[in-house]
């Protein structure tokens, strides 16, 4: 895997006197992190505990097989929660939002007809992990 932590900044001395007890981070504590995801490169910056994760926020995992969905389906939800979402999404251990779908599922959303992009879509709604197999006799009929 092409996955590699490049940079890591910490909060230093420079800090305001008393903002630390506003933001609750205090010097030494990791500010940002610069690191790559199959060459995909990510900032993550920590703001302190008054931001917290939320679904405005998702990473999409494009899967070819139903076993690659499983997969990921598995280790991203280990520790996580699975149970509160729906159309494949999940929580991860820390609580980032995850899409896992099939790589043609945009493709079968947003065909030009629509009782096919219909059938998939009503499919969809009715799955928190995605089936792919499902998805694709909804999307022939």
């Known amino acids: 895997m092409n996955n590699k932590i490049q940079k890591i900044t910490r909060y230093g001395k420079e800090r305001k006197e ?3 007890e506003i933001d ?3 010097e030494g504590t990791v500010m940002t992190v610069e690191f790559q995801l199959e060459g995909q490169e ?3 910056l920590n703001g302190g ?4 994760f939320t679904e405005a926020i998702s990473f999409i995992v494009h899967c070819d097989t139903q076993d690659e969905l499983d997969y990921f389906w598995e280790k991203l939800s280990e520790g996580g929660d699975e149970k509160a979402q729906n159309c494949g999404w999940l929580k991860d251990k820390y609580g980032v939002s995850w899409k896992i779908n099939p790589a043609n ?3 079968m959303v947003s065909d030009p ?5 219909e059938r998939v879509m009503k499919a969809l ?3 928190k992990k995605i089936d ?3 998805l694709e006799q909804a999307y022939e009929g």
């Open 18 to 20: 008393g903002i630390e």
């Open 24 to 26: 609750g981070i205090s």
């Open 42 to 44: 990510f900032v993550a």
């Open 49 to 52: 505990p008054q931001f917290n």
């Open 105 to 107: 599922l945009t493709e």
């Open 113 to 117: 007809d629509p009782e096919k992009s």
């Open 125 to 127: 709604y009715e799955m």
């Open 132 to 134: 792919i197999n499902t």
